[in-house]
Antibody, heavy 119, light 109 residues
Framework: EVQLVQSGAEVKKPGESLKISCKGS????????VGWVRQMPGKGLEWMGI????????RYSPSFQGQVTISADKSISTAYLQWSSLKASDTAMYYC????????????WGQGTLVTVSS | SYELTQPPSVSVSPGQTARITCSGD??????AYWYQQKSGQAPVLVIY???KRPSGIPERFSGSSSGTMATLTISGAQVEDEADYYC????????????FGGGTKLTVL
């Protein structure tokens, strides 16, 4: 059974750094893209970017390029999303999702990680 | 950057057919996917590759695509189908990136 398990909710202050995780199981983690999707409170889904764990090839949405860093450690089947300096506007639910190899569609989703940034 | 456009809301009575559209310039070349998201839950894939239904998704959910528009159809919508629906596709660049439509709130009452 394919599963993606995300790290727990975080409460941070503006300016702090953060790294959240997504651990895949039940499939060959290295050979599927893994991506991140943001959902701000009461808003829609926003595709942030993806990483191919086998070679760390990474693609970002223009809206998120330079704002976050996506990484992966294939030895422990885990992908990461990190911020160097959080802003209040980063408050959102963040989902990781496995992406299909050919058409890059999110097919299996994690449960979500709620990030709250408040002074 | 590439955009997919959906109507903000659709409303039907139980048993009626609900249709949600998604328009995008690249849809003639790229598949559309549809996700259902109920309040407080992660999205669930309900249609893939324009018109295919994953196992476990009721037959009343169907999809089609023609030209620059993809359509999700729920035939005989049920109260439990009330949710937000998002279309998804990719751009046509050499290194494609994904994009979601803005989402459509389906009300069944």
């Amino acid at each position: 059974e394919v599963q993606l398990v995300q790290s727990g909710a975080e409460v941070k202050k503006p300016g702090e750094s953060l790294k959240i995780s997504c651990k895949g199981s039940g499939y060959s983690f290295s050979t599927y893209w893994v991506g991140w999707v943001r959902q701000m409170p009461g808003k829609g889904l926003e595709w942030m970017g993806i990483i191919y764990p086998d070679d760390s090839d990474t693609r970002y949405s223009p809206s998120f390029q330079g704002q976050v860093t996506i990484s992966a450690d294939k030895s422990i089947s885990t992908a990461y999303l990190q911020w160097s300096s959080l802003k209040a506007s980063d408050t959102a639910m963040y989902y990781c999702a496995r992406h299909g190899s050919k058409w890059l569609e999110p097919d299996y989703w994690g449960q979500g990680t709620l990030v709250t940034v408040s002074s | 950057s590439y955009e997919l456009t959906q109507p903000p809301s659709v409303s039907v009575s139980p048993g009626q057919t609900a249709r949600i559209t998604c328009s995008g310039d690249a849809l003639p070349k790229k598949y559309a996917y549809w996700y259902q998201q109920k309040s407080g839950q992660a999205p669930v894939l309900v249609i893939y590759e324009d018109s295919k239904r994953p196992s476990g998704i009721p037959e009343r959910f169907s999809g089609s695509s023609s030209g620059t528009m993809a359509t999700l159809t729920i035939s005989g919508a049920q109260v439990e189908d009330e949710a937000d629906y998002y279309c998804y596709s990719t751009d046509t660049s050499d290194n494609p990136r994904g994009v979601f439509g803005g989402g459509t709130k389906l009300t069944v009452l």
